[in-house]
């Protein structure tokens, strides 16, 4: 095989080093048709199918996202523990994955719905529909208390009743 690249470094002193290269564009072409952008993937699962090994390597950066999910402060995150013992350590855990699957599975519940949102966009949508409690005065005695949920943008709507918190809501 003849060089993709070929270089050379002149100089007549440390201050003026020069470097030259030239690439032979037919020998890059070659690599590329050949080599480039190839990938072998081992398995130890010999019971599985190539399609299936395939599928569960192109399905990695599924896992890889969750565990970045984990890293963001502002949704499901795994925060700084402040705890002394293995147990609240592992209990900790524990309880950063559980809601990281609840968070994914509310995602998917969604998705099937035919919203097509994020987890953030998702919570952030679902964080916005808020309960408020209205206060008269009464003519005597304590005020009399309303509660009610606030306007709903249409998404809003959809994620009330995907998840059905009228269930949940005060009733009227």
């Not at 007549?12 to 564009?25: M, Y």
């Amino acid at each position: 095989m003849t060089r993709v690249v070929t270089w050379t470094l002149s100089s007549t002193g440390p201050q003026d080093f020069a470097l030259t290269f030239e690439v032979d564009e037919e020998s890059r072409r070659q690599l590329e048709e050949e080599l480039f952008g190839k990938r072998i993937l081992f398995s130890d699962r010999e019971d599985w199918s190539i399609a299936d090994v395939v599928g569960a390597y192109r399905s990695q950066h599924h896992v890889e996202s969750d565990f970045r999910q984990m890293k963001d402060h502002r949704v499901v995150s795994f925060p700084p523990m402040f705890h002394w013992t293995h147990q609240k350590i592992r209990v900790h855990v524990f309880y950063c994955v559980l809601a990281l699957a609840v968070a994914k599975l509310m995602a998917r519940e969604v998705q099937q719905s035919g919203l097509d949102l994020s987890v953030r966009e998702m919570l952030a949508t679902l964080g916005g529909i808020q309960e408020t409690i209205l206060l008269y005065k009464a003519d005597h005695g304590r005020p009399r208390a309303r509660r009610m949920i606030t306007e709903m943008n249409p998404t809003q709507q959809r994620l009330y009743d995907v998840f059905g918190l009228g269930t949940y809501a005060p009733k009227r």
